[in-house]
């Protein structure tokens, strides 16, 4: 397992887009001589997002915080198969954000893990005991898969 941090912050905005809109913004993109690129196939990503018995994180998101974080579980493709799990700490920091990763190397998912299956992850993080105390009291929260287009 390793741990990487992306050392710069981005800008990262969200928009809501009609059907129409979409394909006029991707034919815009497509049609443009800016080089835009591809740097992933098209994939399925797979999520599973970690939150507090009193669903702190979610509450953070939903009033709106400045400054929050959250900690997800990903990987790609099969939601079943036995993948590489990479989990993330998405900090944001006003209109930036970056995110921490840490690699696990395989987590066989028939069904929505356990915390049991989680805690024995967790524990391998011994090499960061800060990151070993955030992960301490979050549990499974939801789960979600969808196509990704880069």
């Known amino acids: 397992m390793s741990f990487e941090s992306e050392q ?3 800008y990262e905005l969200k928009v ?11 034919t815009q993109v497509k049609l443009s001589d800016l080089d835009f690129y591809s740097p992933y ?3 399925i990503v797979n999520n599973i997002y970690l939150d507090t018995l009193s669903f702190e994180k979610y509450f953070e998101n939903i009033n709106g915080d400045e400054n929050r974080t959250k900690l997800r579980l ?17 900090i944001k920091k006003g209109g930036v954000g970056t995110k921490n990763i840490f690699h696990f190397n ?6 929505q893990p356990s915390q049991v299956v989680l805690k024995s992850y967790y524990n391998h993080l011994s090499y960061n005991p800060h990151l ?15 196509l990704r287009k880069y």
């Open 8 to 10: 710069d912050f981005r």
């Open 16 to 26: 809501r887009l009609s059907e129409s809109q979409y394909h006029k913004l991707l």
């Open 41 to 43: 196939p098209d994939r």
């Open 74 to 90: 990903r990987w790609y493709n099969d939601l079943t198969s036995h993948s590489k799990v990479r989990g993330e700490f998405k």
């Open 106 to 111: 395989a987590l066989a998912l028939n069904s």
């Open 132 to 146: 070993q105390i955030k992960c301490q009291n979050v549990f499974p929260n939801i789960t979600n898969s969808y």
